[in-house]
T-cell receptor, first 116, second 112 residues
Framework: EAGVAQSPRYKIIEKRQSVAFWCNPI?????LYWYQQILGQGPKLLIQ??????VDDSQLPKDRFSAERLKGVDSTLKIQPAKLEDSAVYLC?????WGQGEETQYFGPGTRLLVL | QKEVEQDPGPLSVPEGAIVSLNCTYS??????FMWYRQYSRKGPELLMY????GNKEDGRFTAQVDKSSKYISLFIRDSQPSDSATYLC????????????FGAGTRLAVHP
């Protein structure tokens, strides 16, 4: 079974530029998550999709971040304009079902973003 | 105060040692407790999960949850150099729609 795919793996941009990340979850997984992991910290959930609907985006800085999951499969996360503090690893994860309780989340390798 | 506290380390041990990793938390609604392992430049992978209080063993790994103290632990027996990674504790509250709250992670180095 193929894992969660993310691209690009690395990105360097200047502040105020825009950037987009792509995620392809494990086939058949209903739920997709985007996390931000700043160096030395644990991942922080930015947004959670159930199929193509948003379940939780309470920690997404909506003035600059946006995300979509077209047709309930692939997803893109965009930052516009980027700030220095957006330098982090952006992790995508997916899980088979949605609901309350534990559902194993499978993580992709992440996209490392450096904002200069 | 952070919801989940975890000592970032680094923790350096010799091969074969018993390793103890710990997290404390403040939210009594947490019901599901996980340990993830993250190798350098990789995404986290689930190691262990426990529901509510108690112990769970899987090979060289043992997870313990003490809800009365809001304290969870991961023990690694006979540690190997391949165990060198960052270990992240994570928790989900009941009714939390699978929203993981992570600790900062403890960096572990096992030297031969």
């Amino acid at each position: 079974e193929a894992g969660v795919a993310q691209s690009p793996r690395y990105k360097i941009i200047e502040k105020r530029q825009s950037v987009a990340f792509w995620c392809n979850p494990i086939s058949g997984h209903a739920t997709l998550y985007w996390y931000q992991q700043i160096l030395g910290q644990g991942p922080k959930l930015l947004i959670q999709f159930q199929n193509n609907g948003v379940v939780d985006d309470s920690q997404l800085p909506k003035d600059r971040f946006s995300a979509e999951r077209l047709k309930g499969v692939d997803s893109t996360l965009k930052i516009q304009p980027a700030k220095l503090e957006d330098s982090a690893v952006y992790l995508c994860a997916s899980s088979p079902r949605w609901g309350q309780g534990e559902e194993t989340q499978y993580f992709g390798p992440g996209t490392r973003l450096l904002v200069l | 105060q952070k919801e989940v506290e975890q000592d970032p380390g680094p923790l350096s041990v010799p091969e074969g040692a018993i390793v103890s990793l710990n997290c404390t938390y403040s939210n009594s609604a947490f019901q599901y407790f996980m340990w993830y392992r993250q190798y350098s430049r990789k995404g986290p992978e689930l190691l262990m999960y426990t529901y509510s209080s108690g112990n769970k063993e899987d090979g060289r790994f043992t997870a313990q949850v003490d809800k009365s103290s809001k304290y969870i632990s991961l023990f690694i027996r006979d540690s190997q150099p391949s165990d060198s990674a960052t270990y992240l504790c994570a928790m989900i509250s009941s009714g939390g729609y699978n929203k993981l709250i992570f600790g900062a992670g403890t960096r572990l180095a096992v030297h031969p």
